[in-house]
């Protein structure tokens, strides 16, 4: 565990790495590690696994769902800052689909209004916002090894930080909140803490190892199937191809596009069933937002005076039920004759469909 950590920590350029055993771990250890109370408020994105939100609720704080960016799907810094009160603590910035979300804009307003900023980088690591990884510019990003990510350990996450009492609460809350390195002692700065078992096991750590050798080769691979995809469908009537911000770059964890039907002339859900006939796997929507699920309409949250109920985001409502549709399978397994069958079978059915 300690030489995955200490590798990791050399190839994101960063002072501490602490390894879990999920990017949800990872992400409610950070909540606790910066110091959120029953009360605080936290910013989060609508539009991202269930973790990036709940994981606020663990320590009796109230997620504030801001708005996306239509481009980026990522959240809107301008939805961000209008979101903010005197009970604001953190922002939990997450990096959509493994395009970096405008760490920029948000990092300028966090530090204005002195706000700590947690990046959930689950779906973006090796991504880069100017010369930085996602997850290495926030206060602590958070990274996810789940079987299904770019590089993968069965199950696992990793934090990092900068920040050396961060690195130290992060370790104590993974542990049980108990110091089981003697120099470390446990002062009375550490006493707050409610500890988990988030710990990373060896044979996970040393698959970790062999996996991050990995991750230049397989984003590249990832990089190389959009880019082909994007030369094949960007003419599509009513079509957006994956947006890439000029500062950024994108490791594609899924390739998400929009569908205009206006210009198509044909509805996404038409274009996914006869899509799905052909055994071609597009999926629609991404995710319901988060505040319209049963989790947040149990009507708990009338007490910290927020309105969890259609309408809050619109952008991601409209994402999530009309435009977005997203294929996962940029797998480097991938053969020519795999792409060349979806962009046949896509055209096929987008010149039949118009």
């Known amino acids: 565990v300690q030489s995955f950590e200490e590798e990791w920590s050399e190839y994101f350029s960063v002072k501490h790495s ?3 055993n999920s990017a949800t771990g990872g992400l409610i250890a950070a909540v606790g590690a910066i110091g959120i109370n029953p009360g605080d408020e936290v910013i989060v994105s609508p539009y ?3 973790a990036s939100a709940s994981c606020v609720l663990v320590y009796g704080a109230t997620p504030v769902f801001a708005d996306i960016e239509p481009q980026t799907f990522n959240l809107d810094a301008s939805s961000i800052e209008a979101n903010i009160t005197p009970k604001t603590k953190a922002i939990i910035v997450v990096h959509l689909a493994g395009q970096p979300a405008d760490m920029g804009a948000i990092m300028e307003i966090a530090r204005r209004k002195k706000i700590l900023v947690i990046e959930d980088a689950a779906q973006s690591p090796g991504a880069l916002y100017g010369d930085k990884f996602s997850g290495t510019i926030g206060d602590i990003g958070v990274f996810s090894l789940n079987c299904h990510k770019t590089i993968q350990t069965g ?4 934090c990092c930080t900068n920040n050396d009492e961060l690195a130290d609460r992060l370790r104590l809350i993974r542990n049980h909140g108990e110091a089981v390195v003697e120099e470390m002692g446990t002062s009375e ?3 707050d803490i409610i500890g988990f078992n988030f710990r990373m096991g060896e044979i996970e750590a040393a698959i970790g190892r062999e ?3 990995k991750l230049d080769k397989l984003n590249s691979g990832r990089q190389a199937i959009a880019s082909q995809f994007n ?3 960007k003419d599509l009537p009513g079509l957006t191809i994956p947006y890439v911000s000029p500062v950024s770059t994108h490791v594609y964890y899924t390739y998400m596009m929009k569908i205009d039907s206006s210009k198509s002339g044909f509805k996404r859900c038409h274009l996914i069933k006869n899509l799905g006939a052909r055994k071609i796997d597009f999926f629609e929507g991404y995710v ?3 505040y319209m699920q049963p989790l947040y309409q149990r009507g708990w949250h009338k007490k910290t005076g927020r309105h969890y109920g259609e309408g809050l985001c619109p952008v991601a409502e409209k994402m999530y039920s009309e435009e977005v549709f997203y294929h996962t399978y940029l797998h480097n ?5 795999h792409l060349q069958f979806i962009k046949d079978n896509v055209h096929d059915v987008w010149d039949k469909l118009e």
């Open 18 to 20: 602490i390894t879990m």
């Open 48 to 50: 991202t696994m269930t």
């Open 155 to 158: 199950e696992g996450g990793v």
């Open 189 to 191: 700065k550490y006493g």
């Open 211 to 213: 996996q991050l050798k």
């Open 231 to 233: 030369e094949w469908f």
């Open 288 to 290: 319901e937002p988060l």
């Open 333 to 337: 397994s991938l053969k020519d004759k």
